[in-house]
């Protein structure tokens, strides 16, 4: 994890809230960009250091200067500025792919039915609450509760809210946590935007920790459960519902530590620290791939619960540390932090948008996540025809495919699209496209598509101008990372 990131965890999200801190006038902050820009080709190494610390926690303010500044003559001022562009670049992506739901609660002695019903109209998730507990055990809900939060995330206010009235995530999205617990507690919501919350009895409180859109709890892996030579615990990933998070790919542990400050080293990342875990076809059925290297398949739909021990099964939104265990192992972390790496698809937007079409003129572009787009507009029978050809990883790229009739993120209704491409004029007003021809080719391992279509373009709008721009619409997974600090960690295998 980058220092840069670590520190975004400790202060970004301090406690949930968002931090605000003062920008500088814009022509003195620019200012001293460029100042500290052309620091990075210094002749004193101390200095080129302090310039690059600096500009990397001025972050997003710097990155236009640093993209400039990449095609220095300077190959020092260069190769640094690339370094932080990149740096920078994936940072804020991160933040942006993890931008938190915010909320406000403010509720003095209110019932917990209508603080719920507040949480679920700020949200847009239906947050709720199951009078079972993680045994199954009826129990009575709190008559009244206060919860003052100010501006959170919203995984804040749900640990807030949970503190209140002795709860806990008992599902969300679909997925329910991980302990081996009645059926009546583990019903899983057919809201896919659901949250439920259940009494958590008389167990000690999950330690947690939120960055942006996604909460981390660390769970107590049943003794035995795979993870011979090490203590262990596992850590679940609660993305905010409206997060479509893919998998969860690995850990890296930067401190581990036990109450009396001894230092605990993380094993090294082997293939079964993370879940393996494949999709097989679209009904929520998945082969996961345990931690001791048996193979089950689970229905993530399906109200099961979990088998007891040994046989603890880690879902796609968990993964376990597993930690030396020294001379004496520790029952308890007092300090556990580090970085849980994932994967989320993006919701539908432009990933190449060109503009400046002119009959007879290629123009291209490209997008991060590997989409190339070549776009041809040429005078065809008094109208005109686009010849498009783009290509994309299928097992990340997916176009969106909403025809007709679909609402796209800008807020604009459409005809927009058509196999994920839109064509407008330069106020933005869109074609109809009716496709003349269509031809797919399968590029290397089958995974690459070549897609190259023609189609002619017909104006809805009598008073739209010529064709200007064309953009491909879709989603793609993107990597995360997401930082964590956690404390009173428990672990099995440790010293009991």
Request: hydrophobic share 45%.
């Amino acid at each position: 994890m980058s220092h840069a990131l670590s520190a975004l965890a400790a202060l970004a999200l301090l406690g949930g809230s968002l931090l605000a801190v003062a920008d500088p006038p814009p022509a003195t902050a620019d200012a001293r960009v460029v100042a500290l820009v052309a620091q990075l080709g210094s002749g004193d190494y101390a200095a080129r250091e302090t310039a690059g610390k600096e500009l990397d926690a001025l972050g997003a303010a710097a990155l236009d200067r640093l993209r400039a500044a990449c095609r220095s003559p300077n190959p020092e001022v260069a190769r640094r500025a690339r370094d932080l562009a990149a740096r920078i670049d994936r940072r804020v992506g991160n933040e942006k792919a993890l931008a938190p739901t915010l909320v406000e609660l403010d509720a003095k002695a209110a019932p917990l039915a209508d603080v719920l019903a507040d949480l679920s109209k700020q949200s847009g998730y239906a947050v709720s609450f199951n009078r079972f507990d993680a045994h199954g055990v009826a129990r009575g809900q709190p008559a009244v509760v206060t919860v003052e939060t100010g501006k959170v995330a919203f995984w804040e206010a749900v640990r807030k809210v949970c503190d209140a009235a002795d709860l806990e995530i008992g599902a969300a999205s679909g997925v329910v946590a991980p302990e081996p617990v009645a059926t009546t507690a583990r019903a899983v919501p057919t809201d896919r935007t659901a949250v439920r919350l259940v009494p958590r009895g008389t167990r000690p409180k999950r330690p947690s920790a939120v960055f942006g859109a996604v909460l981390v709890e660390a769970f107590e892996i049943p003794k035995a459960a795979g993870v011979p030579e090490a203590v262990a615990v596992v850590l679940q990933v609660w993305p905010e519902p409206k997060l479509n998070w893919l998998e969860t790919k690995g850990v890296r542990v930067v401190r581990a530590a036990d109450a009396a400050g001894r230092l605990f080293a993380a094993l090294p990342g082997e293939p079964e620290s993370a879940p393996q875990v494949t999709q097989l076809g679209k009904g929520g059925v998945v082969m996961v791939r345990q931690v001791g290297g048996g193979v089950v398949i689970i229905n993530q739909r399906a109200n099961v619960p979990l088998p007891p021990a040994p046989a603890f099964t880690p879902n796609g939104r968990q993964v376990v540390v597993k930690l030396k265990p020294g001379e004496k192992p520790a029952a308890v972390l007092a300090e556990l932090t580090g970085t849980i790496d994932g994967r989320v698809r993006s919701a539908p937007e432009p990933l190449v948008a060109l503009t400046g079409l002119a009959a007879g003129r290629a123009v291209e572009g490209s997008h991060p996540a590997g989409v190339e787009m070549t776009a041809t507009l040429r005078k065809r029978n008094g109208g005109w025809e686009a010849e498009v050809e783009v290509m994309f990883d299928q097992s990340a790229i997916m176009p969106e495919t909403g025809g007709f009739h679909a609402a796209f993120g800008d807020g604009r209704k459409g005809p927009p699209s058509l196999l994920g491409v839109r064509v407008t004029d330069a106020a933005g007003k869109a074609f109809g496209l009716t496709p003349t021809g269509v031809q797919d080719i399968l590029i290397g391992n089958g995974n690459r598509l070549r897609r190259r279509w023609t189609c002619t373009l017909d104006q809805p709008d009598p008073k739209a101008g010529d064709p200007d721009g064309v953009a491909f619409w879709g989603t793609y997974a993107k990597p995360v990372e997401v930082p964590f600090a956690l404390s009173g960690v428990p672990l099995v295998g440790g010293g009991r």
